[in-house]
């Protein structure tokens, strides 16, 4: 078997695979068409296998080039990996990434991964953008950031999102109120108490009106903000009741505030990772990407 290939051979074929179409692909890796589809050909001769069925109107892989794209995937990660964490590169391996991220999220799935990182790559500086959902989903969207963390994309058809997390809402409140005592509490019951919210910006607002389209329920605020870390200090300082994602709820025993399950209806959110479809994110932001996700629970925190 004539194995003459290389690795800009691979990254063609991985990039035509992922993206199906020899044109998005050659936008993608700064190639030619032409080019990209003799990089292609090479492969193929030099496994002595079809990779692509082509038509005039479209390309597919073939059962044999979808079993090696995933190869070829996870070969060319792990390359750039090891490269990534060598010692001499990373002591002089500069440059800046960009987060974008709901402000709720930073705290939850950031600090620790942030830290692994800097001492890996101590020269690479990271830079977040912690705003509202639809702020963060933009951003991502015009490439103004790396990738982000966010509660809302699942839809976008140009942003690729993964799922890291699923929580759900809970009524917050401080320890000497009512609510406290109560195992579970409706939203009906939290009408009967001075109710804050996020205002119609926020992605978590979105979220609880859907929830709350189908029912009876019709809640009315006594006072509304932008972020729910104000919120959180607005309950503990004993203005009223919130709905808040468990994530945003401070870690451990807290002396002031608690949370109570949210019932009748629940309402959850899932949270994720997103990033720009099609394109491939620069090596220190992917090394970044990957440390958030593989420590990140994939399941409902209850």
Known sequence: MNMNFDLGD???????????????????????QPALSRRVEKLEIALGVRLFERTTRSVSLTAVGKDFSRKARTLLDDLENSLLSMHEVAASQVGEVVIA???????YFL?????????????????????????????????????GINIIGTQEPAIDFQVILKESF????????????????????????????VDKSSGNRLLMDLALANTDVRLSW??????????????????GVAVVPRLSMPQGEHATL???QLVEPSVDRTVGLIRRRGHELPPSARQL??????TSPRRSRQ
Request: aromatic share 8%; proline share 3%; glycine share 4%.
């Open 222 to 239: 006594c006072y509304e903000a932008r972020h729910v870390s104000t919120l959180l200090g607005m309950v503990e300082t004993g203005l």
């Open 111 to 147: 600090p620790n991964v942030l830290r692994a990182y800097r001492e890996q790559y101590p020269k690479i500086r990271v830079r977040i953008i912690d705003d509202s959902a639809n702020a963060v989903l933009e951003s991502v969207a015009r490439g103004e950031a790396d990738f």
């Open 10 to 32: 691979l990254r063609a074929f991985v990039a035509v695979a992922e993206l199906g179409s020899f044109r998005a692909a050659a936008d993608s890796i700064h190639l030619s």
């Open 258 to 260: 608690t949370s109570v």
């Open 289 to 294: 990407y990957q440390m958030i996700e593989k």
């Open 170 to 197: 809970v009524a917050a409140c401080r320890r000497d109120h009512p609510l406290a005592k109560k195992r579970k509490v409706t939203w009906a019951e939290l009408g009967q108490h001075d109710f804050m919210t």
């Open 101 to 107: 991220c709901v402000p709720s999220a930073v705290y």
